[in-house]
């Protein structure tokens, strides 16, 4: 199972390949199939995501005891203000782009006029007008609008998304739900 670590309170499930997953999906009605873009909330009665991702990684157990929430995706309609939409962004190893830092701006006057669909620290860009794929190129949309060169392959760690044009950037963003499901794998 390929995971992605960039969240401290999730794991998130970026492609099942094999193992205990696998077989429990194989055996499970749909509802109850553990899905990619799945965030996981506890590993054996275990937290936090470094202590979640060692369980998983040294697990030899033929049973995982899972808390899983589901993401669900929301569009955002932001139009850049002074060049910049202020978010501080994570490439992560998800399909996505992880919202690490909000800064005052359009995001918080999007949220403060719409606060039925905040944006908040945690949730993740998976697509940018339309654009949908690995965080280069999504981070590659955002400086296409703003202007800039490509993003280089091999680029990580936090990134300031700027947009030089004003033009209003259609954003879809994926967030964990509030509710948390048990598996037993």
């Given at each position: 199972m390929d995971l992605d670590v960039?969240?401290?309170e999730f794991i998130q499930v970026v492609k099942i390949n094999g193992g205990l997953i696998m077989e429990h999906n194989l055996t499970s009605p749909p509802e109850m199939r553990i899905c990619e873009g799945d965030c996981i909330r506890g590993v054996?009665?275990?937290?936090?995501?470094?202590s979640m991702f060692?369980?998983?990684?040294a697990n030899r157990s033929p049973q995982l005891d899972l808390v899983i929430r589901r993401c669900y995706e929301f569009p955002v309609n932001l139009r850049p203000c002074e060049g910049s939409l202020k978010l501080e962004l994570l490439m992560s190893q998800s399909p996505s782009l992880f919202v690490k830092t909000i800064y005052p701006g359009p995001v918080t006057d999007w949220n403060h006029e719409n606060p039925d669909r905040a944006i908040k620290v945690g949730d993740r860009i998976t697509s940018v007008n339309g654009v949908r794929g690995k965080p280069k190129d999504l981070l590659t949309a955002l400086r296409t609008l703003a202007g800039l060169a490509p993003v280089g392959v091999g680029m990580t760690g936090p990134r300031v998304a700027s947009v030089t044009d004003g033009r209003p950037v259609l954003f879809v963003l994926a967030r964990c739900a509030s509710k948390d499901l048990w598996w037993y794998a």
């Open positions: 960039t969240d401290e054996n009665f275990v937290r936090g995501t470094e060692n369980l998983l990684k």
